[in-house]
């Protein structure tokens, strides 16, 4: 579906006398950034500037529903807003995204929070702009509404705020109900983009100057499932190495029992694939994995997580939950192990999260809070002893990397990231940003890497 936006003049008009300011308050996943630059590409298509936390008029509450806390700051947020409305500032608040397709979310907003004007849930840019319309210019007050139709919606403005790097949605939902994830019930089940639409996307960003571009999906392998015909996520990658000016691919996240070896195959004998693949194991536990409806085990995702590790300099990142209900320290154990024997360069460490709906939410759980504490802290101090070995086996050693800019840390010198999506700084000019240059790496420092260019 084409995203039409029959209300840009209408409010491009009201904006020139009126010049308003939005902010946009992005909350979760990578997904969730990538749908907050479409909602700042409608925004200025429709004339708005963008304005600061403090002195906005529109303000949009992007949502996350993943893990509990993103509640409590979005309600917390909105209280603060209610003030300067209370004082007739012209203030308008919209709250969109995966929170919102929760039905006890959508009670609390109509009965605690009335001053909000527009809810809106996942996929429904389309109807954004109207709705937005609506609330600002004819003030029909409390517009609530709720779409769960899983509409692909193509050719949103977006506005990228980086010039190098940028992420594209290759395919929304996800249909693999792991035990603890809410993500299926409020995105929906999967919905490919077709690869022609995908493929002018990145010839676009190409000639705008991006070189790098980051494929999105809840489970990237998934990708094609939902077409006719055999189009398939390795056969997508194939397509993109193609186009001339993109020189790194990245793609997250890849679900562990999809990861097939004609994808490895095609990681392999590309030039532009990174060298980081993003591996998500959850638990390395096999009846903690059963009840998370994973479908590996821990023997499997090991083979598979060293098979990849078999790639020349191939780094891997991992996400996993500790504290899934009644785990016990045998099974969280396992985890330590799994990850004492894979040595993951990034992991993404949760306590488990208990969401209203999924099968989990069932569970007994006797674990305190403590316990799950102290096993996110185990796993952080294992993480920490064996991060620096494996930054050592760099030094030394050439990779390839994009100049993003000065550093922040330090300001004589350049950062930008490596293939494995590590932090490098370097000594450079300002005529080095925006290229991909060689840097050999002298030192290791935990968080980042020190290196030179090479000529
Ligand atoms: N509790 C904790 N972490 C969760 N994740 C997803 N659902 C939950 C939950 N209920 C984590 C998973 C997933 C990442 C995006 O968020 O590790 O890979
Ligand atoms: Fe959630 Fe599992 Fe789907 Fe990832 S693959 S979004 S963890 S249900």
Known sequence: MKFV????EKMKK???EHKLKYYIDTMGCQMNENDSLKYAGIFESMGFEKGEEDNSNVYLFNTCCVRENAENTLFGRLGMLKNRKLNNEEVYIAIVGCMTQQEHILEKIKKSYRFVDVVLGTSCMSIFPE??????VDNKKKI??????????????????????????????????????????????ERSRKPEDIIADVKKLADEGYKEIMLLGQNVNSYGNDFKEKYTFPMLLEELEKIDGIEIIRFMSPHPKDFKDDLIEVIKKSKKIARQIHLPLQSGNTEILKKMNRKYTKEQFIELALKLKEIPDVSLSTDIIVGFPNETE?????????????????????IYSKRTGTVAAKLDDEITYEEKVDRLERLKKLYEETLPKLNEKMVGKVYKVLVEGKSKTNNDLYTGRSSQNKVVIFEADESFVGKVVNVKIDSQHLWYLKGTIIK
């Open 14 to 16: 009201y904006n020139e």
């Open 131 to 136: 709705k937005l319309y609506y609330a600002i």
């Open 330 to 350: 045998e099974q969280f154990l396992d985890t330590l192990d799994v990850v004492r024997k894979v040595e993951f360069d990034q992991i993404y460490m949760f």
């Open 5 to 8: 936006n029959s209300y840009k």
């Open 144 to 189: 609530e509404y709720i779409d769960v139709s899983n509409a692909l919606e193509e050719e949103v403005p977006i506005a990228y705020n980086d010039k190098y790097k940028a992420s594209v949605s290759i395919i929304y939902g996800c249909n693999n109900f792991c035990s603890y994830c809410i993500v299926p019930y409020v995105r929906g089940r």
